[in-house]
């Protein structure tokens, strides 16, 4: 079994011109190109994660991780996960994340020293990444309600690369037409599924080769309880046998 906070990096070579070049920055000659950090989670399903080139320095916007619970609030603390156990194995890779509404991290997921949360002070966010902006070669944002402030950095910056997380219904009908234009002039965007995949090239007409499909994970500290008996008060409480069989179907 491999540990949830494995990771395996592949680089590949990339030519002038193509598509991927425009993240890369590529001008002279062929760069060497970092595209798949796979976390590898417990049932061994690889995760892609995102381009990556020597020398970056990244910072990850998100709404929140530690503050609330919720599915898009687990993947924000495995993604941070992820990329500060890159950070820290690799010193060409300067990585730090933002959060519009959390107070304090989780310190198992993120240090301290590179997080920083503002607590919903939505100004106090705006003013703080845009003063900050010019230090960062890359810019994920963890949800494309961030897609104002991102798109008023890249006018300024355009240096800047971008790359969006898109996880479901927020994506799946069609937006205002301004978002939607915004969104298309990412420079990647991260789906975590193949239907999410699909409804950005129907409803949102995003270019298919932008588009990586970035799984949702088991959390680094999932563990399976060591109980595998069925609980008495549970098999009381619905009028169950113990030797009935029992589907668990676990869904929103």
Request: proline fraction near 4%.
């Amino acid at each position: 079994m491999v540990h949830p906070t494995d990771l395996e990096i592949h680089k590949f070579p990339i030519s002038k011109g193509a598509a991927i070049n425009e993240i890369s920055g590529a001008e002279k000659k062929p760069q060497v190109f970092w595209i798949g950090i796979r976390m590898m989670c417990c049932n061994e399903h690889a995760k892609k994660v995102f381009a990556e080139q020597a020398d970056m320095r990244i910072v990850f916007w998100y709404l929140t991780a530690f503050q609330q619970v919720g599915g898009i609030e687990r993947f924000n603390r495995a993604f941070m996960k992820a990329l500060s156990d890159i950070a820290l194995q690799r010193r060409d890779i300067i990585f730090q994340a933002r959060s519009v509404y959390d107070q304090a991290p989780d310190e198992k997921y993120i240090s301290k020293n590179i997080w920083k949360g503002f607590g919903g002070n939505r100004l106090g966010f705006a003013f703080h990444v845009w003063r900050h902006c010019k230090k960062r070669d890359i810019i994920i944002a963890g949800h494309i309600h961030l897609i104002p402030i991102v798109c008023l950095v890249k006018i300024f910056h355009p240096s800047c690369r971008v790359i969006y997380i898109t996880h479901g219904i927020e994506v799946w009908k069609p937006m205002s037409k301004w978002k939607r234009h915004l969104l298309q002039r990412a420079d990647k965007i991260l789906a975590v599924s193949e239907y999410t995949k699909k409804q950005l090239i129907d409803k949102q007409k995003i270019n298919a080769s932008k588009i990586e499909i970035l799984p949702n994970t088991l959390d680094p500290y999932f563990h399976l309880s060591k109980e595998t008996g069925k609980p008495e008060s549970l098999l009381h409480k619905y009028g169950l046998g113990a030797q009935d069989k029992i589907l668990l179907s676990i869904c929103r």
